[in-house]
């Protein structure tokens, strides 16, 4: 099998030559391993597309490039993007935009970024094509302040006062709701276009051990809207493929994710969530894209460790409906490289 077919045929449920792997939803790149500063696309099966900077946010990356070392506040790309939106991360008086809105028509005032309604589609099927012609499967991530729907919303009003609207102002929650579903089916077109082959759906709705909203909030509010941004790629691309990312636990609406055409769920975080016990309810039609490390597992345990909880794993869950990848993010310099080799090492000896 090419990557390609591999990440497919595991997404759609079934049994590759080997088990799927990726590393997250971006590159990899290391000044240790293998070839200094390039991205090993012999490692992982699927790489994910980006998007076109804009020139504003070019000029912002170049002001920060000489502070490359200090992440505290996110990668230069996600401080670029929190300025897209408005959201001041470092200034907790100002953070949420439309915290302060009084009235419905005071949170029509927020100005969504209009670039995000408008794509260059032959700049995105170029970087497609070129996956595709080294057998690769080709991914999607959407622009976004952290979720299409939930965090996005949440970060423009805050997280206390979109809860309340949720409750009290459903009409204000509705009317957000909706303009970020417009921003997600345009991207989501988009993507379809350039024939990507998977699309990664982002919501953190999960804590350690329960939901942030109730099931059923999750459903009148967001269910069916995730559902709308599904079937317009799929008028595109009938045959896309869908992964649900959300931190934390969120198993309730397991079931729901599938009915609205959600072929795998990402992180699985061990520490929150039991596969194994997923595995026996939903069977690999639900396929897993993660399932590896604790949050500090892969910036504190051994490559040994890493190595016996990969074998776990893949013992565990087998090779059908299962691209394996680490289920938190691999940020640099926090994880040492050695890590990461003995995960890919790893996969290669027992998938």
Same mark, same amino acid.
Request: glycine residues 6%; proline residues 6%.
């Given at each position: ?68 070392? =200090? ?132 919501? =953190? ?22 559902? =709308? ?123």
């Amino acid at each position: 099998m090419t990557p390609r077919e591999r990440i497919l045929c595991a997404l759609d449920g079934e049994k590759p030559d080997r088990v799927a792997s990726a590393m997250n939803f971006y590159r990899i790149e290391s000044e240790d391993l293998l070839q200094p500063n390039a991205f090993k696309e012999e490692l992982v099966d699927i790489q994910f597309i980006d998007l076109p900077a804009l020139p504003e946010e070019e000029a912002l990356l170049n002001k920060l490039r000489p502070y490359d070392s =200090d992440t505290r506040l996110g990668t230069n790309y996600q401080i670029a993007n929190y300025q897209r939106w408005n959201y001041n991360i470092q200034n907790p008086d100002i953070r949420n935009p439309m915290a302060k809105a009084k009235s419905l028509e005071d949170l029509k005032k927020y100005s969504f970024p209009e670039e995000l309604l408008t794509y260059n589609i032959d700049y995105l099927s170029d970087q497609v094509q070129d996956l595709h012609q080294k057998g690769m499967a080709a991914g999607g991530n959407m622009p976004h302040l952290g979720g299409e729907l939930f965090e996005t919303a949440w970060r423009i009003r805050g997280l206390e006062n979109f809860l309340v609207d949720l409750v009290e102002r459903p009409d204000w929650a509705e009317y957000l709701l909706d303009q970020l579903t417009m921003i997600a089916i345009r991207a989501a077109k988009a993507l379809a276009s350039a024939n990507v082959d998977v699309i990664a759906l982002d919501d =953190d709705i999960g804590m350690p051990t329960t939901m942030i909203i109730s099931p059923d909030m999750w459903r009148r509010f967001f269910k069916f809207r995730m559902a =709308d941004i599904i079937s317009a790629a799929r008028s595109i691309k009938p045959e896309l493929r869908f992964i649900y990312h959300s931190d934390g636990y969120f198993e309730p609406v397991l079931g729901d994710l599938m009915e609205i055409g959600f072929q795998a769920i990402n992180p699985v975080q061990p520490d929150h969530m039991d596969a194994v016990s997923i595995r026996k309810k939903y069977g690999p039609k639900l396929a897993f894209w993660g399932t590896v490390g604790t949050q500090t597992a892969f910036s504190f345990n051994t490559p040994e460790a890493i190595k016996n909880e990969v074998k776990l794993r893949i013992e565990t869950l087998g090779s059908t409906g299962l691209v394996i990848c680490p289920a938190y993010d691999i940020d640099e310099p926090d994880v040492p490289w050695t890590n990461i080799a003995a995960f890919i090492e790893a996969v290669s000896i027992y998938g």
